[in-house]
């Protein structure tokens, strides 16, 4: 199979509260929303859960290189053109950490993109987000009943709900991903995935059989993390414009 030549609120931090989400799930820093948002429920045109792997295969430069690399493709105005063309004008993203099975952290929790400003600010928030797992095992299942459930208890209102997961390894703790992603898909939730091709060279095989599905779904594979952020970049364009194409998008 030919592999993939692309790479592809405020500054503050927000108060923080545990929260436990799920019977048996893990601990997770869950930060206070608003009051409004429960009322609001303003209309967006998607729903992007992004899932930025953590496991301990992913070194300290690289993980720095994953999470600068979607700060960038958030100012890019190939993003931002993308955001300003849906229905609304609108979307709404959530950002977390993963690597075993109970292993998830909610770095930014949903927050609405609509104008410039809020745009910067997320992608500043997002680039001095602290990595708060490494290592505990690889598994994207448990990277998708996360999403899961955050696609589940939306603030907003949202016609399309992605999760978007990054990863360079197979599943190697929890249960298989099948289970996680038949749930998810049945759920009307789309599984598009960004594989990292530097440690094993046929993940982007393992992504495309058993982690992405739904409608629609692809992915773009990065052959390293030095070329992450312009697959991310173009990931995000087409999540967010909702531009149909192949399964795996190559450069």
């Given at each position: 199979m030919p592999r993939g030549e692309i790479a592809s609120t405020a500054n503050g931090r927000p108060n923080r509260r545990s929260l436990?989400?799920?019977?048996?799930?893990?601990?997770?820093?869950?930060?206070?929303?608003?009051?409004?948002?429960?009322?609001q429920r303003r209309p967006v045109d998607l729903a992007l859960a992004l899932a930025a792997d953590c496991?301990?295969?992913v070194h300290a430069q690289h993980y720095t290189l994953q999470q600068r690399g979607?700060?960038?493709?958030?100012?890019?105005?190939?993003?931002?053109?993308?955001?300003?063309?849906?229905?609304?004008?609108?979307i709404a993203v959530a950002y977390y950490q993963w690597s075993g099975y109970r292993l998830q952290n909610l770095i930014l929790p949903w927050t609405v993109l609509a104008s410039e400003a809020d745009v910067?600010?997320?992608?500043?928030?997002?680039?001095?987000?602290?990595?708060?797992?490494?290592?505990?095992?690889?598994?994207?299942?448990?990277?998708?009943?996360?999403?899961?459930?955050?696609?589940?208890d939306l603030p907003v209102q949202a016609p399309r709900r992605v999760i978007?997961?990054?990863?360079?390894?197979?599943?190697n703790t929890g249960p298989p991903p099948a289970e996680a992603r038949s749930a998810a898909i049945e759920a009307g939730i789309v599984i598009n995935g960004l594989?990292?091709?530097?440690?094993?060279l046929d993940i982007d095989e393992y992504y495309e059989k058993f982690i992405i599905g739904g409608p629609g779904a692809f992915m773009v594979p990065a052959r390293d993390y030095e070329s992450f952020a312009a697959a991310v970049r173009r990931k995000?364009?087409?999540e967010i414009a909702d531009r149909k194409g192949p399964a795996i998008l190559k450069g």
């Open positions: 436990l989400i799920g019977a048996g799930a893990s601990l997770i820093a869950l930060p206070f929303l608003p009051p409004a948002w429960g009322q496991s301990g295969s979607y700060a960038e493709a958030f100012r890019s105005k190939e993003v931002k053109q993308a955001i300003r063309s849906g229905i609304h004008g609108a910067m600010r997320f992608a500043t928030q997002m680039e001095n987000a602290e990595r708060t797992i490494f290592g505990g095992g690889t598994s994207p299942s448990g990277a998708i009943e996360f999403g899961h459930k955050l696609l589940s978007d997961i990054s990863g360079d390894g197979r599943n594989p990292i091709l530097h440690m094993e995000l364009v087409l």
